[in-house]
C-alpha cells in the first residue's frame, strides 16, 4: 500500500468519526430539546393546575359568599316580615285594650260581668273563705253584687255561701292615657285564698290575655294564611 492509499484510508476514517460525532452530536441536541420541550411542558400543566385549582378555590369562596349574603338576606327578611306582623297583631291587642275601658261606661252591664267574674273565680278556687281585690272605682258595684254571686257559686258547686272579704288593698285603676306605662286595670277581680296561696286573676286585661294567646294562631291564619317566613 502506498502512501496515498493511506493517506486516502485515514481521510475517510476521518470523514467517518466526523460524520459519527455530528449525528451524535445531532442526536444529543435532538434528544436535550425533546426533553427540554416535555420539561416545558409539565411545567405549564403544572401552572395551568395550579391556576385551575386556585380559579376553583376562589370561584368556591364566592359561591360561599354568595350563599352567606343570601342566607343574610332571607333571614333579615324574614325578621321585618315577622316583626311587621307582631305590630299589626300588637296594634289589634292595643285596640282589644282600648275596648275593655268603654265596658266601664254602662254600669248595668258591667256591674253584672263583675257578678259573673265573681262566681267563676269562685268556682275555680273552691274555697270557704276569700279575699277580693279590685280596683277602688268599683268596691260599690262589688259590693251591690257580692251576696248574690255568693248564693250563686254555692248553688252551681253544692255547697255553703262562702265568705268573701274585699280587700283594702285595691287594683290600679283604668289608665289615664294609652301610652302610659303606669300599671293599670281595665276592670274586673282578682280573688285568692285567705292564706294567698291560691290565686285567681279574673281582671279583664287577664281575660284578653287568655284569650289572645289561644286564638293568637287562628288570627295568624286569618290576617296572614299559610305564607312561611
Do not use: W
Not at 54 to 61: A, I, M, T, V
Not at 170 to 188: E, I, R, T, V
Not at 220 to 225: H, I, K, N, V
Amino acid at each position: 500500500m502506498n502512501d496515498a492509499d493511506v493517506s486516502k484510508q485515514i481521510q475517510q476514517m476521518v470523514r467517518f468519526i466526523r460524520q459519527e460525532a455530528e449525528e451524535k452530536a445531532n442526536e444529543i441536541s435532538v434528544s436535550a430539546e425533546e426533553e427540554f420541550n416535555i420539561e416545558k411542558l409539565q411545567l405549564v400543566e403544572a401552572d395551568k393546575k395550579k391556576i385551575r385549582q386556585e380559579y376553583e378555590r376562589k370561584e368556591k369562596q364566592v359561591e360561599v359568599r354568595k350563599k352567606i349574603e343570601y342566607s343574610m338576606q332571607l333571614n333579615a327578611s324574614r325578621i321585618k316580615v315577622l316583626q311587621a306582623q307582631d305590630d299589626v297583631i300588637n296594634n289589634m291587642k292595643d285596640a282589644g285594650s282600648k275596648e275593655l275601658l268603654h265596658l266601664n261606661h254602662d254600669h248595668h252591664v258591667y256591674k253584672h260581668l263583675l257578678k259573673d267574674l265573681i262566681v267563676q273565680s269562685l268556682l275555680r278556687l273552691k274555697e270557704p273563705a276569700v279575699l277580693l281585690r279590685c280596683r277602688k272605682d268599683d268596691v260599690h258595684l262589688v259590693e251591690d253584687v257580692l251576696d248574690s254571686a255568693a248564693q250563686e257559686y254555692a248553688e252551681k258547686a253544692n255547697v255553703d255561701p262562702p265568705e268573701i272579704i274585699v280587700d283594702n288593698i285595691h287594683l290600679p285603676p283604668a289608665p289615664s292615657h294609652h301610652d302610659s306605662h303606669d300599671p293599670y286595670c281595665s276592670g274586673g277581680v282578682v280573688l285568692a285564698s285567705r292564706d294567698g296561696k291560691i290565686v285567681c286573676e279574673n281582671t279583664l286585661d287577664a281575660r284578653l290575655d287568655v284569650v289572645f294567646r289561644k286564638k293568637l294562631p287562628e288570627i295568624r291564619r286569618q290576617l296572614f294564611g299559610q305564607v312561611a317566613v
